[in-house]
Every structure is written in structure tokens, then in C-alpha cells.
T-cell receptor, first 113, second 115 residues
Framework: GNSVTQMEGPVTLSEEAFLTINCTYT??????LFWYVQYPGEGLQLLLK?????DKGSNKGFEATYRKETTSFHLEKGSVQVSDSAVYFC????????????FGSGTQLTVLP | KAGVTQTPRYLIKTRGQQVTLSCSPI?????VSWYQQTPGQGLQFLFE???????NKGNFPGRFSGRQFSNSRSEMNVSTLELGDSALYLC??????????????FGPGTRLTVL
């Protein structure tokens, strides 16, 4: 079956530090890959996505590249802000089950001023 | 445009009871998916409805059921509640129910506590 493995948290960084959250996946087909963010007390928001190998998703300074050879989709940001403090989830969906998302365990990010 | 709304936001029940949660999708969205979020199991897919039909179902027991109405609003029901059903239940809506990916817009969730 499908699975997503995410870097264990929590992660604590100082403002303007570089962020990497690792994500690897196992899938039977050619999945679409996503990063979602969950702010305290809120639902999930789509941060970025990539639907095929070598695609780069980007949004709000965050980037992730779909690497089929390493089955990875690592999230990066060059300079984090306090407002980026949240829980980040890596997820995938298979063709034919487009709205059935398989999520990683989530990574809590805290950015200190 | 209003976002996905879920009611109630918080619910406390006792073991053996049943519960119904409601989700109103974004206007014009026809697909509604449900997820369970727990500290131990993380986020798990429950089921997806499109045009009043269940399209996909996750690996949950039959105590978990759902339905969708003609106005795309959806309800999920959990019967014979167990302590392990305590979770945040998230609803997400999408514009269309085709196989190609449409972004899912999540509601704030219903926090269910089973005592």
C-alpha cells in the first residue's frame, strides 16, 4: 500500500534560518505529491503540490521537488519567519483516487524570534 | 466565498452512543471527503462522496458511515462509539469529482471526545 514517511519533529529554528523537512514515499503508481500546513486551531491548507517527476512546487517561499529516483519530496525554505510556525504534512494521492490523500505523520515547526 | 463549515466544532459523547457530524462544502463544490486525525494514527482517509455517491472508502470499520445530500452537504455517522474514536474529524471539499486532482479545501474540524 501507499505510505509517506516524514522527518520526526518537533523542529525549532531561529527566524531567518534555513528549513528542510524530509519526506519520502512509497506508492504503487505515479502519485501526485503535496505539502499541507496546519496552523493552530485551523484546518489543513494546501501549501504546494507537484504532479509528476521533476516538477517543483512552490508557494510563499517554500519549495519542494518531486524526485522519483529517490521517492522524495523534501520541503525547503531559505529564510523562515515566526509566522511559519505550524505543523507541516507531506501527502500523496494516486491516479484514480485523486481525493484520497495518504498523509505523513506531520512535523511541528516552531520559529523563534 | 465562504469556506468549508463543520458543525458542531466540539462534541462530547460516551461509549456506546452514536454521533452525527455535518459538513457544508464551499458553494459549487460537489466532492466531499472525510478524514480522522489522532495523535497516534495521524491523518487517515475515511471516505469521499461525489454527487451523493460514495466513491472511495478508507480502512475503517462499518461503524463509520456517511452520506451526501443533493445540495452537496455531507454527514458522517459513527455508531457504538469507542474510546479510540476520540479524534479531530476533518471534512474537505473539491470542485469536481473527476480522477484528475482538484485541490481539497479543509474545514476546521469537529473535535469528538468519547468518555
Amino acid at each position: 500500500g501507499n505510505s509517506v514517511t516524514q522527518m520526526e519533529g518537533p523542529v525549532t529554528l531561529s527566524e531567518e534560518a534555513f528549513l528542510t523537512i524530509n519526506c519520502t514515499y512509497t506508492a504503487t503508481g505515479y502519485p501526485s505529491l503535496f505539502w499541507y500546513v496546519q496552523y493552530p486551531g485551523e484546518g489543513l491548507q494546501l501549501l504546494l503540490k507537484a504532479t509528476k517527476a521533476d516538477d517543483k512546487g512552490s508557494n510563499k517561499g517554500f519549495e519542494a521537488t518531486y524526485r522519483k529516483e529517490t521517492t522524495s519530496f523534501h520541503l525547503e525554505k531559505g529564510s523562515v519567519q515566526v509566522s511559519d510556525s505550524a505543523v507541516y504534512f507531506c501527502a500523496l494521492s494516486e491516479p484514480g483516487s485523486a481525493r484520497q490523500l495518504t498523509f505523513g505523520s506531520g512535523t511541528q515547526l516552531t520559529v523563534l524570534p | 466565498k465562504a469556506g468549508v463549515t463543520q458543525t458542531p466544532r466540539y462534541l462530547i459523547k460516551t461509549r456506546g452512543q452514536q454521533v452525527t457530524l455535518s459538513c457544508s462544502p464551499i458553494s459549487g463544490h460537489r466532492s466531499v471527503s472525510w478524514y480522522q486525525q489522532t495523535p497516534g494514527q495521524g491523518l487517515q482517509f475515511l471516505f469521499e462522496y461525489f454527487s451523493e455517491t460514495q466513491r472511495n472508502k478508507g480502512n475503517f470499520p462499518g461503524r463509520f458511515s456517511g452520506r451526501q445530500f443533493s445540495n452537496s452537504r455531507s454527514e458522517m455517522n459513527v455508531s457504538t462509539l469507542e474510546l479510540g474514536d476520540s479524534a479531530l474529524y476533518l471534512c474537505a471539499s473539491s470542485p469536481r469529482g473527476t480522477d484528475s486532482y482538484n485541490e481539497q479545501f479543509f474545514g476546521p474540524g469537529t473535535r469528538l471526545t468519547v468518555l
